[in-house]
C-alpha cells in the first residue's frame, strides 16, 4: 500500500484481512463494502513518452527532466479541459508519464487527441493508449482494473510515437456517442496473458486536432464572458 492510497482503502484492506481469519462470509462483506466504495466505471488515459530512455540519453538527465515536466503539464492540461483527474501515483513521479481517469470515453479520447496536439512541436513523441471497464478507482490516488492493464498495455508496450490505441469498447461508445470526428477503422490485435485482444489506431489529423482544441478555448472565453458581472456606472450620492 503506497502512501498515495486514501485512508479509507488502508482502513478497509486491513479489516478485509482480519476477515479472511473469521471466514469466507466474512470475506465477502469485506469485499462488498470495498466494492460499493471504490468500484467506478472509468475511461483510462495512459500517455506515454516514447522510447523516454533513448530520449534521456541523447539529450542528459537535465534537459530530459525539463521535457518531463513540459509533457506533464501539457498532457495534465488536456485532461482537466476535458473534466478528467490525473492519478497521482503517475502524477507524482519523475517519468515520461501520466494516466487519468474520465468518466466519458469521448471526453478521454478528446484528451489524447489535445495532448498529442499540445506536445507537437516538443522534441518528443508520445505513446497513448486507452481503456474502459469498472476498475478500482482510489479517489484518483491510484487505481486498478482491466481498464488500467490494457491501457498501459496500448500506450506503453504496443504504441509506437504518437500513436493512440484504444480497446473495442471505447471505440464502441465513443461511435454510439458521437462528437468525435477522427477515423477509428485501423484494427490491429495485441496479445496479452496469451489472449488475443483487438484494439483500434485512431487517425489523427493536425486540423481536426486544432479545430477540437480552438473551439474548446472559444467556448471557455465565451462562458467566461457571460457570467462576469458587467460594471455600471458608480452613482454619486
Known amino acids: ?41 472509468k475511461a483510462v488515459l495512459v500517455i506515454e513518452m516514447f522510447e523516454q530512455a533513448e530520449v534521456a540519453a541523447e539529450h542528459g538527465v537535465l534537459p530530459f527532466i525539463d ?7 501539457k498532457c495534465r492540461m488536456a485532461v482537466k479541459h476535458r473534466g478528467g483527474k490525473c492519478v497521482r501515483s503517475i502524477e507524482t513521479k519523475i517519468i515520461g508519464q501520466i494516466m487519468a481517469l474520465f468518466d466519458s470515453p469521448t471526453d478521454c479520447m478528446r484528451a489524447a487527441i489535445e495532448a498529442r496536439y499540445r506536445c507537437r512541436e ?33 500506450g506503453e508496450d ?9 480497446t473495442e469498447n471505447v471505440r464502441n461508445s465513443v461511435v454510439e456517442t458521437g462528437g468525435f470526428p477522427f477515423k477509428m477503422e485501423d484494427e490491429r490485435v495485441v496479445e496479452l ?8 489506431n485512431v487517425e489523427y489529423d493536425e486540423w481536426k486536432a486544432e479545430e477540437l482544441v480552438e473551439s474548446l478555448a472559444a467556448r471557455t472565453a465565451a462562458h467566461t464572458n457571460s457570467s462576469s458581472p458587467s460594471k455600471g456606472k458608480r452613482m454619486d450620492a
Open 122 to 154: 516538443e522534441d518528443f513523441e508520445l505513446a497513448i493508449g486507452v481503456g474502459f471497464t469498472e476498475i478500482l478507482d482510489l479517489d484518483s490516488c491510484n487505481c486498478f482494473g482491466d481498464a488500467v492493464n490494457m491501457a498501459f498495455k496500448l
Open 193 to 200: 496473458s496469451g489472449i488475443s485482444i483487438k484494439h483500434w
Open 67 to 73: 521535457m518531463v515536466l513540459t509533457m506533464k503539464n
Open 1 to 41: 500500500i503506497n502512501s498515495e492510497e486514501p485512508n479509507d482503502f488502508v482502513s478497509m484492506i486491513q479489516a478485509r484481512q482480519l476477515a479472511q481469519i473469521q471466514g469466507p462470509a466474512a470475506v465477502q462483506t469485506a469485499d462488498a463494502a470495498m466494492n460499493a466504495r471504490f468500484t467506478k466505471r
Open 158 to 166: 504496443t504504441a509506437k510515437g504518437n500513436e493512440i490505441l484504444i
